[in-house]
């Protein structure tokens, strides 16, 4: 049973790769053995200085799902390189380092000062967290922005890039093709849709930032919407996430057009889920006659 898959210029062992703010740093799950069972693990973001995010509340229980309005929390480029990186080395080959910022430019400081280290696989280009600031703005809303930031991380490394777009926007594929123009390897679709939660009692938001991203299988649909409309009008890898809890999630994706799949509030709700996952695709194949897993990919956009 083969469940190898290429995404882009990144060899991965299986399909399942870790979403960024869902796996803390990785050993926080040491305690399940789950973080040698992906094929590689993307922490939590980066920025160039360290974040303590927004004020609580900051995260809300919906309707099969989830909102969080963290706010990018995190240690800093430098305490990462110092205290979290050595870690994530021992745990696994594949380290893909989220890179966020408010900017291009604080995208380019994360990564000049991550040039100098080794044991990271890839950067993935956090273009589109929703709940930094409060009208959930951010680079991957604009095609000029998302060219750009792409383009000024592009020059300064030889590392595959990966792309995390938004689904806030009337046309994903528009920036899609930005990001691509501007030399990204990989897509990442998608960050979380922009929600809100009330308090009918108190008559006020319950996130103290207003708004957060949404999370878990209700945005399952958007998510593989996103993910077909951009793999039936570009080439370019797309690595799928929202939603995803099982073996049949992740196949569905594979159908819709991604390469590979990120596994993020699931881990919230059952540390250990990837091992199940892993197993149900065994058993899902076994039962329809498949021995390579990347027959799934892309049969459902545009005959193959």
């Known amino acids: 049973m083969n469940l190898s898959v290429k995404v882009g210029p990144l060899d991965l062992k299986n399909p399942l790769l870790t979403a ?4 803390g740093y990785g050993t926080e799950f040491g305690f399940v053995n789950a973080a040698e069972l992906y094929a590689g693990i993307i922490g939590k973001s980066i920025t160039p200085e360290p974040r303590l995010g927004n004020e609580t509340p900051r995260v809300a229980e919906t309707p099969s799902g ?13 305490e990462y390189c110092l205290s979290y990186l050595p870690k994530l080395r021992e745990l696994s080959d594949v380290n893909i ?8 430019s604080d995208f380019v400081r994360v990564v000049e000062r991550l040039e100098d280290e080794d044991g990271i696989a890839a950067y993935e280009l956090n273009l589109s967290c929703p709940n ?9 809303t604009e095609c000029v922005l998302t060219y750009e930031a792409v383009a000024a991380v592009r020059k300064l490394t030889k590392r595959p890039l990966i792309s995390k777009l938004t689904p806030n926007v009337t046309d994903i594929v528009s920036i899609a093709r930005a990001a691509v123009d501007a030399g990204t390897d990989a897509l990442s679709a998608i960050n979380t849709p922009l929600g809100m939660a009330v308090d009918y009692r108190t008559r006020k938001p319950i996130l103290s930032n207003v708004y957060g991203g949404l999370s878990g299988p209700a945005v399952k649909p958007i998510a593989l919407r996103c993910v077909h409309q951009i793999a039936s009008a570009l080439s370019a890898p797309i690595i799928g996430i929202g939603g995803i809890m099982t073996a049949a ?10 390469s590979a799949v990120q596994v993020g509030t699931a881990n919230f709700l059952r540390p250990g889920v ?31």
């Open 20 to 23: 960024s703010g869902t796996f």
């Open 132 to 140: 930094v600031e409060k009208d959930g703005r951010n680079i991957a």
């Open 66 to 78: 989830m909102l969080n309005a963290i706010g990018l929390q995190n240690p800093g480029v430098e």
């Open 274 to 304: 990837v091992k199940t996952i892993l197993d149900d695709l065994e058993r899902i194949l076994t039962q329809q006659k498949v021995s390579d897993v990347r027959e799934y990919i892309r049969a459902g956009v545009g005959g193959g």
């Open 97 to 104: 380092v989220n890179v966020a910022g408010k900017c291009t």
């Open 249 to 258: 999630d992740v196949l569905e994706f594979l159908c819709a057009g991604a």
